[in-house]
């Protein structure tokens, strides 16, 4: 980790070409022989790591670091956002440290590359200054215990108020309203609804920003 957090810092703003979905897919012999991916600080050093053995977890968090690129890439940052960022956060290198961190952690627990991808949004409108590290965390943490299939549902969820299919993924929409991703609906209650017990939801406060930094519609999807 001592190696890893100085690299991962490197990595985040250097100026080379916005990693490939298709790095998702190479065999991890490809990637070694890739100059692109041994330009990446962070990718070079798990790289070597798997040059030592199976190494699945190093592997898998390759993967996970490439997504995490993808969605932090998506976009251009202009240097001056970068240098606001780098002002605000890098001259507290403890404070620095702490957050890429814990985002390195939550890479390495990942096992779908579209969580990663996503978590890269988030931290990419954090430096914009969009949100504040807190409300990162949250998003976080409401990311991790997202299942995949429900972001269809929620980046997609105009399209399922009052349609029978959300009445078909209503198991999925209330797991996004357990999230507080969704909240009920107020004064749009209907007896029939009552007698049906089904609840008519509107996105929460969490639930826009997560929606607004988070919609992997705007990006390439990853597939697994």
Not at 134 to 161: G, H, K, P, Q, W
Request: charged share 25%; hydrophobic share 40%.
């Amino acid at each position: 980790m001592n190696k890893l957090l100085p690299a991962f810092k490197d990595s985040l703003f250097m100026n080379f070409s916005e990693p490939s979905v298709d790095w998702l897919e190479d065999t991890l012999d490809s990637l070694i022989n890739n100059e692109a991916v041994e330009n990446i600080p962070i990718l070079k050093i798990l790289m070597g790591l798997c040059k030592t053995g199976a190494a699945i977890h190093e592997r898998n968090l390759i993967r996970q670091t490439i997504a995490f690129l993808l969605g932090l890439k998506n976009g251009s940052l202009t240097e001056e956002q970068i240098a606001v960022y780098r002002k605000k956060v890098f001259k507290n290198q403890k404070r620095a440290l702490q957050e890429l961190e814990r985002i390195l952690i939550v890479l390495n627990q990942q096992i779908d590359v579209q969580h990663s991808q996503i978590l890269g949004l988030f931290y990419r409108a954090y430096v914009d200054q969009k949100i504040d590290w807190n409300t990162f965390c949250e998003l976080d943490e409401i990311n991790r215990r997202m299942f995949t299939s429900d972001y269809d549902v929620l980046f997609n969820f105009a399209l399922f108020e009052e349609t029978e299919t959300q009445h078909a993924d209503r198991y999925r929409v209330d797991r996004l309203a357990s999230l507080g991703l969704l909240q009920p609906m107020e004064g749009k209650q209907t007896w029939g609804d009552v007698e049906n017990g089904t609840t008519k939801y509107e996105l929460s406060s969490i639930g826009k920003i997560f929606y607004q930094y988070g919609n992997c519609a705007r990006i390439e999807k990853l597939e697994k």
